[in-house]
C-alpha cells in the first residue's frame, strides 16, 4: 500500500513481458497562492515516468511535489513503472531490471557484485510494453496529462534504458534524465558502448528538435575499486553529450561532488527536474 498521500496504484500485463508491472500515479502538487510564476500553469500538464519505480517513484514524487509547492518547477505528474511482485526488499526488482532495461541481445551473465547470474537484454520488449499499454493506461486514466510533454527518467540501468529509448523511439519523450546511465552494458568491457553507439549512428536529423537531456553521475563513480569503475559512469557521459549536441539536442551534464553510484541518486533527481520543468 502506498504511503504518499494522493497516489493511485493499478497493474498492468503487458502481452509478451512475463511479468505484470505496478504502476503509481502522483497527481500535481500544489503551487503556493502567492507565488507570481513566470510561466502560468495550464489545463494540459507535463508527466515524469520514472523507471526503477520500486526503487525512485518515492524520492521523485516527493521532490516533484515540494519543487512544484515553492514555484521551482510546473505541476508535473509523476509516474513510477514498478513491479506488481516487488515486496519491498528489492529482491525481484533487482534481478527483473537487469533484463528489462539492458539492450539486446539477451543474454545470461554471471554478475560478480551480486554473485549470481542474471538474465539481461529485453530492452526492446520492455519498450514495447511501455509504448503500447503503459502510456496508453495512464493517460487513459489521466486525461490532463500532456502526451507532448512526456519526461522519462532513469538511473543506472533505467539510464541504459532511457538512452535506448532516445534511440529507438525518440518521439515518445521530450526530455530525459540520464542519471550515472550503464552505457557499456554487461559484462562490461572497457571502451564497449553498445548504446552510444547506437546514438552514434544515428542521422543528424534522428532526434527531433527540442530534446532535452540532463546527464549526472557522482565525482567517484569511476573511482579505482568503485564496484562499477569498469562501467565508466562518468567518463562515458562526456561522448555522450557530443553525439547528442551534433543532433541538436540540448544537454546539461552535472557531475555531483562527493557521491557514489548509490549516493547520487536523490541530488540528481532534483537538479533534473529543474533542469527539464522549470517554470522559466
Do not use: K
Not at 121 to 138: I, K, M, N, Q, S
Amino acid at each position: 500500500m502506498n504511503t504518499i498521500p494522493g497516489v493511485e496504484t493499478f497493474t498492468v500485463e503487458p502481452p509478451g513481458l512475463g511479468t505484470a508491472l505496478r504502476i503509481s500515479i502522483a497527481p500535481p502538487g500544489a503551487v503556493r497562492p502567492d507565488l507570481r510564476l513566470s510561466a502560468p500553469v495550464s489545463e494540459a500538464q507535463p508527466a515524469v515516468y520514472v523507471t526503477d519505480g520500486d526503487f525512485h517513484f518515492g524520492t521523485v514524487t516527493e521532490a516533484a511535489r515540494m519543487m512544484t509547492h515553492i514555484g521551482e518547477i510546473r505541476p508535473t505528474y509523476v509516474i513510477g513503472i514498478g513491479y506488481a511482485a516487488e515486496r519491498g526488499d528489492y529482491e525481484y526488482a533487482n534481478a527483473r531490471r537487469c533484463l528489462d532495461l539492458f539492450v539486446p541481445p539477451r543474454r545470461s551473465v554471471e554478475v560478480s557484485p551480486f554473485g549470481t547470474t542474471m538474465e539481461f537484454g529485453g530492452a526492446d520488449v520492455f519498450l514495447r510494453a511501455l509504448r503500447e499499454h503503459v502510456l496508453p493506461d495512464v493517460e487513459l486514466r489521466y486525461a490532463r496529462i500532456e502526451p507532448t510533454q512526456r519526461y522519462l527518467f532513469g538511473t543506472s540501468a533505467g539510464g541504459q534504458f532511457a538512452a535506448h529509448v532516445l534511440s529507438q523511439a525518440p518521439q515518445l519523450f521530450v526530455g530525459y534524465a540520464m542519471m550515472s546511465p550503464a552505457l557499456q552494458g554487461w559484462p562490461m568491457v572497457r571502451g564497449a558502448r553498445p548504446v552510444l553507439d547506437t546514438i552514434a549512428s544515428l542521422p543528424m536529423d534522428g532526434i527531433p528538435r527540442g530534446t532535452r537531456v540532463f546527464l549526472s553521475a557522482g565525482e567517484y563513480e569511476d573511482d579505482p575499486g568503485a564496484p562499477f569503475a569498469d562501467a565508466a559512469l562518468l567518463g562515458n557521459l562526456y561522448p555522450l553529450r557530443a553525439e547528442l549536441a551534433t543532433r541538436g539536442v540540448q544537454t546539461r551534464l552535472t557531475v555531483l561532488p562527493g557521491e557514489t553510484h548509490t549516493s547520487v541518486y536523490g541530488a540528481a533527481i532534483s537538479r533534473a527536474l529543474r533542469y527539464l520543468l522549470a517554470t522559466s
